[in-house]
């Protein structure tokens, strides 16, 4: 089949399993309801943290994704994978690992009691942001790395023997390089902060920090208002549109050209002033992102015991959601890897999980019993909310690859069979690596869509953490958070190592 | 990868059927973990009526609403009374036909729908290893001093933060708002549900919680713990139940009829207080397990019924809104 065709029906579902279900609800509402002004009060909150949370994520991701691609050093692989883990907990979960650390009796408190300073206080607008940085920062140096890896190592000899000093890299490589990522993970970062609900009321620290996808949940949940829930379901549609448009406009396409892909010692950046950015960067960002997390792991390693075979088959259902959803979101991706299709997927994930749970609920009804399809219509949703990140990941390389392989395949007159397998499978084996990882770990770690589609026993393992919770377990709670922590982990590992076999990174 | 769980599910499904009927019951969430009454209420409730007894876990009565006539539940069970009014009025569930006067509630229950299977109230649980002196009333947590760490859960998306606000309103009146703009500084964060508090509580962020008064018995009996406190106020606390409703149209209304029964009858009352950590709402005093006879509950119990809720419910939200934006 045409590539054309192929993206044409890739958008298509796309598009019609993500307005499909807003239809749904409309139709069965009757119409929108109006907007009062506490939703007004609750967009700009939203609106506000989501800029905020997008900005600092993505500039603060620069000098670290820097350092990582110009150092060498004993635990750097780890440090790149361990960054993927906390994009995928639990917003429970993290926010529990963030309190550990900057909470009342956190280590940060500890430690300017112990110096004599005043205690910070976590809850608010900057408790939200910074908990959105810790989730999203991550993925930002993740997907400029991947670009600063993208350009070839070339470059970098050429501009050595041309004396480029530091600030003349900088223009001639690395700027033009951030202009062409930064935008579009800052708008995927927009987005997903745009339906953020539980982690800006836990840290927000009250009614101040009300944010969209909350008056969604009340409108849905509390008031079974379904019209209002839909008004403001395009609302945050429409603003992740804006976003995206914006954000895509702004990222051109670099033209580094082509290299012949041999490591190449970097001259650059080997004054002591670089190093020590380079070492200040990467340990500010290891302690942020991992000593919240070692505390998850500490206060779940008792848990482990008291996990009962409940909690393991809710374990194996998540790895098998994982992994289809990851095949899906990789079929899906690979064919919309283009400008409209990374817009049409921002749209995806802009919607609200509870409006398009209810409106697949609608759909699926009349049909079929949804309580059979809770793990398909699961693993379909994730695949869905995976599919910006992994477009966002895939898209500049294989842009990258077609301006500058094209002239080639035209050159030897590829077939797509052998252009697939000689220079495109190759070429994206990084990135697509990457995406996967991305995709199973996201898979793992969601929960959205399932609380109409429950069916008890075939729980997903942050179901159960939620279950365990409820019934007072918190140990074993936070036991079955450390089993989903590691399997997320050992999911995302698997697929980016895949990625990077025979590869210098 | 799905082909064989599906597989595997049909067939589970047609052996269920030669197991005798089924009865479909939509339960909260928590209801059907290992850990909570689900289990063993099927066990208790299958050893009787010869059929399978089916837990749907999820929303309740958003998902009933947009099933409607159609729905496949025959019984509801986990509803809670801010749901009741719209519940009746949308005409899907039939009277429960059982006769009250075994109910053993502090308050007066006549409603001839929705039948209660448990109790307990709202109340702030404190450690008594971290507070030695908890407030002895309403005012004196009003008035303590603003170090005193509270969480509390949103009215907007979670049962307890909204019985909480009708529990403020219903000591405080018309000064509800200046009763919040007091507690605004003590309050450290909101939480969307009961879950989140909790563990922050039981992480030592917060000094006292929003929570019930039956939550010392989990760390008594479960745990051997009696460090954890309920503290009791004068004032009075609001009343929360969760209850019970057969669907008017379901095509079991025998066994539906028989499952109404069973919720209050002993077995069943029984096994609720260590099965969902509330007290049973037809058992008395003298037949609950000890680490419940021996909790802390109010003389005073506040309740609004539905009308009188469904009333004061946006304003009281309002009010406290207001004092904790500022």
């Given at each position: 089949?045409?590539?054309?065709?192929?993206?044409?029906?890739?958008?298509?579902?796309?598009?019609?399993?993500?307005?499909?279900?807003?239809?749904?609800?409309?139709i069965?509402?009757?119409?929108l309801?109006?907007?009062?002004?506490?939703?007004?009060?609750?967009?700009?909150?939203?609106?506000?943290?989501?800029?905020?949370?997008?900005?600092?994520?993505?500039v603060?991701?620069?000098?670290?994704?820097?350092?990582?691609?110009?150092?060498?050093?004993r635990?750097?692989?780890?440090?790149?994978?361990?960054?993927?883990?906390?994009?995928?907990?639990?917003v429970?979960?993290?926010?529990?690992?963030?309190?550990?650390?900057?909470?009342?009796?956190?280590?940060?408190?500890?430690?300017?009691?112990?110096?004599?300073?005043?205690?910070?206080?976590?809850?608010?607008?900057?408790?939200?942001?910074?908990?959105?940085?810790?989730?999203?920062?991550?993925?930002?140096?993740r997907?400029?790395?991947?670009?600063?890896?993208?350009?070839?190592?070339?470059?970098?000899?050429l501009?050595?023997?041309?004396?480029?000093?530091?600030?003349?890299?900088?223009?001639v490589?690395?700027?033009?390089?951030?202009?062409?990522?930064?935008?579009?993970?800052?708008?995927?970062?927009?987005?997903?902060?745009?339906?953020?609900?539980?982690?800006?009321?836990?840290?927000?620290?009250?009614?101040?920090?009300?944010?969209?996808?909350?008056?969604?949940?009340?409108?849905?949940?509390?008031?079974?208002?379904?019209?209002?829930?839909?008004?403001?379901?395009?609302?945050?549609?429409?603003?992740?549109?804006?976003a995206?448009?914006?954000?895509?406009?702004?990222?051109?396409?670099?033209?580094?050209?082509?290299?012949?892909d041999?490591v190449?010692?970097?001259?650059?950046?080997?004054?002591?002033?670089?190093?020590?950015?380079?070492?200040?960067?990467?340990?500010?960002?290891?302690?942020?992102?991992?000593?919240?997390?070692?505390?998850?792991?500490?206060?779940?390693?008792?848990?482990?015991?008291?996990?009962?075979?409940?909690?393991?088959?809710?374990?194996?259902?998540s790895?098998?959601?994982?992994?289809?959803?990851?095949?899906?979101?990789?079929?899906?991706?690979?064919?919309?890897a283009?400008?409209?299709?990374?817009?049409?997927?921002?749209?995806?994930?802009?919607?609200?999980?509870?409006?398009?749970?209810?409106?697949?609920?609608?759909i699926?009804?009349?049909?079929?019993?949804?309580?059979?399809?809770?793990?398909?219509?699961?693993?379909?949703?994730?695949?869905?909310?995976?599919?910006?990140?992994?477009?966002?990941?895939?898209?500049?390389?294989?842009e990258?690859?077609?301006?500058?392989?094209?002239?080639?395949?035209?050159?030897?007159?590829?077939?797509?069979?052998?252009w697939?397998?000689?220079?495109?499978?190759?070429?994206?084996?990084r990135?697509?690596?990457?995406?996967?990882?991305?995709s199973?770990?996201?898979?793992?770690?969601?929960l959205?869509?399932?609380?109409?589609?429950?069916?008890?026993?075939?729980?997903?393992?942050?179901?159960?953490?939620?279950?365990?919770?409820?019934a007072?377990?918190?140990?074993?709670?936070?036991?079955?958070?450390?089993?989903?922590?590691?399997?997320?982990?050992?999911?995302?590992?698997?697929?980016?190592?895949?990625?990077?076999?025979?590869?210098?990174t | 990868?799905?082909?064989?769980?599906?597989?595997?599910?049909l067939?589970?499904?047609?052996?269920?059927?030669?197991?005798?009927?089924?009865?479909?019951?939509?339960?909260?969430?928590?209801f059907?973990?290992?850990?909570?009454?689900?289990?063993?209420?099927?066990?208790?409730?299958?050893?009787?009526?010869?059929?399978?007894?089916?837990?749907?876990?999820?929303?309740?009565l958003?998902?009933?609403?947009?099933?409607?006539?159609r729905?496949?539940?025959d019984?509801?069970?986990?509803?809670?009374?801010?749901?009741?009014?719209?519940?009746?009025?949308?005409?899907?569930?039939?009277?429960?036909?059982?006769?009250?006067?075994?109910?053993?509630?502090?308050?007066?229950?006549?409603?001839?729908?929705?039948?209660?299977?448990?109790?307990?109230?709202?109340?702030?649980?404190?450690?008594?290893?971290?507070?030695?002196?908890?407030?002895?009333?309403?005012?004196?947590?009003?008035?303590?001093?603003?170090d005193?760490?509270?969480?509390?859960?949103?009215?907007?998306?979670?049962?307890?933060?909204?019985?909480?606000?009708?529990?403020?309103?219903?000591?405080?009146?018309?000064?509800?708002?200046?009763?919040?703009?007091?507690?605004?500084?003590?309050?450290?964060?909101?939480t969307r549900?009961?879950?989140?508090?909790?563990?922050?509580?039981?992480e030592g962020?917060?000094?006292?919680?929003?929570?019930?008064?039956?939550?010392?018995?989990?760390?008594?009996?479960?745990?051997e713990?009696?460090?954890?406190?309920?503290?009791?106020?004068?004032?009075?606390?609001?009343?929360?139940?969760?209850?019970?409703?057969?669907?008017?149209?379901?095509?079991?209304?025998?066994?539906?009829?028989?499952?109404?029964?069973?919720?209050?009858?002993?077995?069943?009352?029984?096994?609720?207080?260590?099965?969902?950590?509330?007290?049973?709402?037809a058992?008395p005093?003298?037949?609950?397990?000890?680490?419940?006879?021996?909790?802390?509950?109010?003389?005073?119990?506040?309740?609004?019924?539905?009308?009188?809720?469904?009333?004061?419910?946006?304003?009281?939200?309002?009010?406290?809104?207001r004092?904790?934006?500022r």
């Amino acid at each position: 089949m045409a590539p054309r065709a192929l993206a044409l029906i890739a958008g298509g579902v796309l598009a019609a399993l993500t307005l499909g279900p807003i239809a749904a609800v409309l139709i069965r509402a009757g119409g929108l309801a109006t907007l009062g002004p506490g939703d007004w009060q609750a967009l700009r909150f939203t609106l506000w943290q989501a800029f905020l949370s997008a900005l600092f994520s993505t500039v603060l991701a620069i000098p670290v994704a820097r350092a990582l691609a110009r150092r060498r050093f004993r635990g750097r692989g780890l440090l790149v994978a361990l960054m993927g883990a906390p994009f995928i907990l639990p917003v429970i979960v993290a926010a529990m690992g963030l309190i550990a650390v900057f909470g009342q009796n956190g280590l940060v408190n500890l430690g300017l009691a112990a110096l004599g300073l005043p205690r910070i206080d976590i809850y608010g607008l900057h408790g939200v942001v910074l908990a959105h940085v810790f989730f999203n920062l991550p993925l930002a140096v993740r997907m400029l790395l991947q670009g600063w890896l993208a350009i070839p190592a070339e470059r970098f000899r050429l501009a050595a023997s041309l004396g480029l000093g530091p600030r003349a890299t900088w223009h001639v490589l690395e700027a033009p390089l951030i202009r062409r990522i930064a935008p579009g993970a800052f708008a995927v970062i927009f987005v997903i902060c745009l339906t953020s609900f539980a982690v800006a009321l836990t840290l927000g620290g009250g009614p101040r920090a009300t944010t969209v996808e909350l008056a969604i949940y009340q409108a849905m949940r509390f008031d079974f208002d379904l019209g209002r829930a839909a008004a403001l379901a395009l609302l945050q549609l429409a603003l992740a549109l804006v976003a995206g448009i914006v954000a895509l406009r702004l990222s051109r396409t670099a033209g580094f050209g082509a290299g012949r892909d041999r490591v190449v010692p970097r001259w650059d950046g080997q004054g002591a002033l670089a190093r020590a950015g380079d070492a200040l960067a990467l340990l500010a960002a290891a302690l942020f992102l991992l000593v919240p997390l070692a505390s998850v792991v500490l206060r779940g390693l008792p848990g482990l015991a008291e996990l009962g075979p409940q909690t393991w088959h809710a374990a194996g259902h998540s790895v098998s959601v994982a992994l289809g959803s990851t095949a899906l979101c990789l079929a899906w991706a690979l064919p919309l890897a283009n400008r409209r299709g990374e817009l049409l997927s921002l749209a995806a994930i802009a919607i609200s999980p509870l409006v398009l749970g209810t409106g697949y609920y609608l759909i699926l009804r009349p049909l079929v019993n949804p309580f059979d399809l809770a793990l398909v219509v699961t693993a379909m949703v994730n695949a869905l909310m995976a599919l910006p990140f992994a477009l966002r990941i895939l898209r500049p390389e294989a842009e990258t690859v077609e301006a500058e392989y094209g002239r080639l395949r035209a050159t030897l007159r590829l077939t797509p069979l052998a252009w697939l397998r000689v220079v495109w499978v190759p070429r994206l084996r990084r990135p697509i690596g990457f995406a996967a990882g991305l995709s199973a770990a996201l898979a793992m770690g969601d929960l959205g869509v399932i609380a109409l589609f429950a069916d008890p026993d075939r729980a997903t393992l942050p179901l159960q953490v939620y279950r365990l919770m409820g019934a007072y377990r918190m140990e074993a709670a936070s036991g079955a958070a450390l089993l989903l922590l590691a399997l997320s982990l050992g999911l995302f590992w698997l697929f980016d190592r895949g990625g990077r076999v025979r590869a210098d990174t | 990868m799905k082909a064989p769980s599906f597989a595997a599910g049909l067939f589970l499904a047609t052996s269920a059927f030669a197991q005798g009927e089924v009865l479909t019951v939509y339960a909260p969430d928590y209801f059907v973990s290992e850990w909570g009454p689900g289990p063993r209420i099927e066990e208790l409730f299958e050893a009787r009526c010869d059929c399978d007894l089916q837990f749907k876990p999820g929303d309740l009565l958003p998902r009933i609403l947009l099933e409607g006539a159609r729905t496949e539940a025959d019984v509801v069970i986990g509803l809670n009374t801010d749901v009741t009014k719209r519940a009746r009025e949308s005409g899907l569930f039939a009277p429960h036909g059982q006769d009250l006067s075994p109910l053993t509630l502090p308050i007066d229950w006549d409603d001839d729908v929705f039948l209660p299977f448990n109790y307990s109230h709202t109340a702030f649980v404190y450690d008594t290893t971290r507070i030695e002196t908890p407030p002895e009333s309403f005012d004196a947590l009003r008035a303590a001093p603003d170090d005193l760490r509270l969480v509390i859960q949103d009215p907007r998306s979670s049962i307890s933060g909204l019985a909480l606000v009708l529990w403020v309103q219903a000591v405080y009146g018309d000064a509800a708002e200046a009763a919040w703009q007091d507690l605004a500084p003590k309050i450290v964060t909101v939480t969307r549900g009961w879950s989140e508090s909790y563990g922050l509580f039981t992480e030592g962020e917060a000094d006292m919680v929003l929570s019930y008064t039956t939550s010392p018995a989990y760390h008594m009996i479960a745990e051997e713990d009696f460090t954890k406190k309920a503290a009791i106020f004068p004032e009075g606390h609001y009343f929360l139940v969760e209850l019970a409703a057969k669907l008017a149209g379901t095509d079991q209304p025998e066994l539906a009829d028989q499952f109404m029964g069973f919720i209050l009858d002993e077995d069943f009352q029984g096994m609720i207080t260590t099965g969902n950590w509330s007290i049973p709402a037809a058992l008395p005093q003298e037949a609950w397990p000890e680490g419940f006879q021996a909790l802390d509950l109010p003389d005073k119990v506040l309740f609004y019924s539905e009308d009188e809720a469904a009333a004061l419910r946006d304003e009281a939200i309002d009010a406290w809104r207001r004092a904790l934006s500022r």
